[in-house]
T-cell receptor, first 116, second 113 residues
């Protein structure tokens, strides 16, 4: 069965520090998609990235970068030079294309607090 | 601007009452979803619809009902059969399939008094 684990419940850093949010997933499918979403205090989930299982290239977008490693079933998210505005709950999610569970499976989220 | 709207933002309900949460999208997406979020937890799927006039139960559908009469609209009714309805409800849509990126509305916070 599919599962997403975000072992870090809460992380606190000081502004300008780098921080990595861990995501480990379980799936039997060979074709699947991984996502990261940000949930600021307002509550709305903001889409950050979608990555398919056949594309293991790391991605960088400004201060954000993602490291996808199929060998360890991980899809970690790094924020470089964190800012107070990065404070939010971050969710990793999995969608499987083969087995027919037609939904996203979410991890329990990591709350990031960036102190000024 | 294209997006997903949910109303109301806050909703209070007395025990035993049914309430309906609104979700509208103008992204021309075929698929729509309802999730429930409890404090400190991830999102759990209530119902989803991949096409008009068709919808499927998710993981926690008991005590909820939906309709999909129009492509743009996917209202969720929380019935009195839902034993613990106090939660944050999020609606989402995606272009076609569930493997496409889902975009979320601002959410409705339901409190049962």
């Amino acid at each position: 069965a599919q599962k997403v684990t975000q072992a870090q419940t809460e992380i606190s850093v000081v502004e300008k520090e780098d921080v990595t949010l861990d995501c480990v997933y379980e799936t039997r499918d060979t074709t699947y998609y991984l996502f990261w979403y940000k949930q600021p205090p307002s509550g709305e989930l903001v889409f950050l990235i979608r990555r398919n299982s056949f594309d293991e290239q790391n991605e960088i977008s400004g201060r954000y970068s993602w490291n996808f490693q199929k060998s360890t079933s991980s899809f970690n998210f790094t924020i470089t030079a964190s800012q107070v505005v990065d404070s939010a709950v971050y969710f990793c999610a999995l969608s499987e294309a083969d087995t027919g569970r037609r939904a996203l499976t979410f991890g329990s989220g990591t709350r990031l607090q960036v102190q000024p | 601007d294209g997006g997903i709207t949910q109303s109301p933002k806050y909703l209070f309900r007395k025990e035993g009452q049914n309430v309906t949460l609104s979700c509208e999208q103008n992204l021309n997406h075929d698929a729509m979803y309802w999730y429930r979020q409890d404090p400190g937890q991830g999102l759990r799927l209530i119902y989803y619809s991949q096409i008009v006039n068709d919808f499927q139960k998710g993981d926690i559908a008991e005590g909820y009902s939906v309709s999909r009469e129009k492509k743009e609209s996917f209202p969720l009714t929380v019935t009195s059969a839902q034993k613990n309805p106090t939660a944050f409800y999020l609606c989402a849509s995606s272009k076609q399939r569930y493997t496409d990126t889902q975009y979320f509305g601002p959410g409705t916070r339901l409190t049962v008094l």
